[in-house]
């Protein structure tokens, strides 16, 4: 079965720095695109980042500057690294695998001074 486990938020400051993780199992990883999500406080779920087999990479424009997605096919795990953390960061993180609508629990983050 798919088992996607999210972690790596956590607490910070803004201007900080988190590198979340998606650890994942029962599926072909190295063949298959990955995607982040999240979700604020009171808001939907929202798509900020995708990373393919092929290593193409697309982000939401407004968080571009900032986030990196990379992935680890050995490890089966994907990463969203985070700069330079705002407040409106402030969410809980998925993974997904592409095609599939199926979600782990999520990492929080939260970014507050």
């Known amino acids: 079965q798919v088992q996607l486990a999210e972690s790596g938020g956590g607490l910070v400051q803004p201007g900080g720095s988190l590198r979340l993780s998606c650890a994942t199992s029962?599926?072909?990883?190295?063949?298959?695109?990955m995607a982040w999500y999240r979700q604020g406080p009171g808001k939907g779920r929202e798509w900020v980042g995708y990373i393919g087999s092929d290593g193409h990479i697309n982000y939401l424009d407004s968080v571009a500057d900032r986030f990196i997605i990379s992935r680890d096919n050995t490890l089966k795990t994907v990463y969203l690294q985070i700069n330079h953390l705002i407040p409106e960061d402030t969410a809980v993180y998925f993974c997904?695998?592409?095609?599939?609508?199926?979600w782990g629990q999520g990492t929080q983050v939260t970014v507050s001074s």
């Open positions: 029962g599926f072909d990883f190295a063949n298959t695109g």
């Open positions: 997904k695998r592409v095609g599939v609508d199926i």
